[in-house]
């Protein structure tokens, strides 16, 4: 029997991510170049990170379809995507809930798609095993180890780009406001998945950039899903773990 575009998930996948790197991603660079006007970045070297990693990930079976830190290549990075918002009409717990219900509302399908049994991926809960699409060669499949209404952290699956986890949540602003208010955040850490992507994101920073602009898209989502304003710049923080 031969298998067609309409019933393999695969060739469906390739062919969504077809369709986004020649239709959606050139209008998602031009919108990206916008929104780096209110984008701050810093870059450091440590030698221990600020936040340690979330405890190593395990998956009950014969094969452990976890992609560990300790399975990539290259230091370890910590990098941080964070935007302050004021006046929200959700609550930050609302806000996280909101985004485990349906992570594609806050994402651009311009760029990226969240899915899950080759559908759009919703009411994500513990165990859920699903797939980030993104246009080149590199789709992230991950495995969901929370999703409540504090955070929604994902551990990475064995063919994934980055070797780690990568956790969304709010915090407390520095100075709370009078309207309220939190810091949407998206914090990973991870080592790269091979050779290849540590190329790509260290020495040729192509999936850095890619990255940074799917990410800082969600949090300018976040902003306008919370019913709220932003404060300040979008802040891109990125930790690198000294080796040798």
Known sequence: MTTTASNDPGRLSLLRNAVRAVVGLPCFV?????????????DTTVDQLSEQPPEPTTVPGLHDPIQHRSDGVGPVVMRTYGV???NPALAGSQ???ALCADPNRFNSDLVAGFVRD????????????????IPGPWNGPVHVVTADD???LLATMNDHMEAGHIRFDTTSLAEPTAGGGYRFRIRSWATAGDAPFL???????????????MWTAMCDNAV????GERSG????DTEKLRTG
Do not use: F, N
């Open 30 to 42: 031009v919108a990206h170049a916008r929104r780096e006007t209110h984008i701050e970045h810093t």
């Open 84 to 86: 302050d918002i004021t």
């Open 95 to 97: 806000l996280v809930a």
């Open 118 to 133: 080759d559908r759009p991926a919703t009411d994500l809960s513990h165990g859920d095993q699903l797939v980030v699409e």
């Open 150 to 152: 504090d955070q929604l």
């Open 199 to 213: 190329a790509a994101h260290l020495a040729v920073p192509v999936g850095k950039v890619l990255q940074t602009a």
């Open 224 to 227: 306008s899903i919370s019913g």
């Open 233 to 236: 710049s979008i802040r891109v």
